[in-house]
C-alpha cells in the first residue's frame, strides 16, 4: 500500500474499533441481551437492563395470647450494580406473661457474578429487648377461716408478765363462706375433733381460737377436758395455749342477746364479765402445777360492735381487782356468723 495512504488509516481510529468503544459502556452498569418475546421468527433482539432496588419491609405483631411471632420478607430484583436480591426479616417475639418482648430484624443481600467480577452483600442483624413492670398480687393465705381486722399481734411477753389488765378489740369477717372446717388452723381443727365440756360454745371457742393463732402465733397445748387441775369438779378454763413460750390459760364467752338483733344494754356486759372475770381467779388458782399457766385471756365473740360498745363501758367500770391480771379480747363476728350462736 502506498506510504501516504497507509498513514491516512492510522490517523482515524477504524469503525471496528469505536463500536467496540460504545459498547463496552460504564464499568458499573450490567447489561443483558434476552430474546425477543414480540416474535420469536423475527430473530430480532431486545437489549435490557434491570433497575430495581432492594425493598424493606417492617412487621410488628402483638398478640393476647402469651407469645406472638411474625415475619416479613421482601426480595428485590437484580440490580445494574451486581448486588443480588435484597430480603429483610423482622421478627418479634413476646412472652406476655414475663413481659419480655424481643425483636429482631436480619437484611442479608446476596452474591452476583458479572464479567468475572463478584460483589457480596453483608448480613447486619439487630436485636432489641424491652422490659415491662408488673405489680406484685398479694393474697391471702390459704387454710383460713375469715378476714381478721383490728388490733393483731400486740399480745407478747410485756403484757404476759405485767400483773396489768389489758384490753384489745377487732374483728373477723366470715364473708359468705361461714363456717368450714377445712380452712381452720391445726388447733382449730383438733378443738372440733376433741369437743368440749359445753357443746353449746364449741364453735366460739373454735373462732376464739382462731384469732389467737392467726395474731398472736397461739399454739394449742390442751383442750378444755384434757387440762388437768387440783379439783376435778372446781372451775375450769376452755383451752391452754401458747403464746411467746409462755402457757396461756383462755376462757371464752359470747356477747349476743335473743333476739340476736336486740338492743344490748351495758348491764347485760356488767353481768357476763363480772362472771367470766371472777371464773377466772378461781380455775387459775384450781390448775394443776403441770399446766399452770402465767396469765389468762378472756375472749369475749361479739355479734356486733353494739355489743363491743357496751362491753367497753361496762368494763371501763369494774373494779380493778377483778380486772388485773387478765387480758380481755373482744372480736365482733361479720358475715355468715349464724354457727356461732345458734
Known sequence: ????????????????????????GSGGTTTTESASTGDSSSGTTAETTSTSSPTTSTSTATSDEPTSSSTSTTTGELTDTGVGPTSETTTTTGDLTTGELST?????????TT???TTTGDTTTSTSTGDTTTGDTTTGEPGELGELSGDCGLIDLMELESPEPFVFTGAIDFGVVGYDYDLLTAGGQQIYDEGNLNPGSLYSEIVAYEVLARCETAALLK?????????????KTDFLAEIDGLKVGVSVVRAVGFPKDAPWTVAQADTI???????????SANVAPADAWVKQILSVVAYGPMHKESLLT??????PAL???????????DGDDAFIYN
Open 273 to 283: 364479765l363480772k362472771g367470766k372475770l371472777g371464773d377466772i381467779k378461781l380455775s
Open 115 to 117: 464479567d468475572d467480577t
Open 314 to 319: 361496762a368494763y371501763a367500770a369494774l373494779d
Open 1 to 24: 500500500m502506498p506510504a501516504p495512504a497507509l498513514a491516512r488509516l492510522l490517523a482515524r481510529p477504524s469503525s471496528l474499533l469505536a463500536l467496540l468503544l460504545a459498547c463496552g
Open 104 to 112: 429482631t430484624t436480619t437484611t442479608t443481600s446476596s452474591t452476583s
Open 223 to 235: 383442750t378444755e377436758a384434757t387440762i388437768v387441775y387440783t379439783n376435778p369438779m372446781g372451775k
Open 323 to 333: 380486772k388485773a391480771d387478765t387480758i380481755l379480747v373482744i372480736t365482733v363476728t
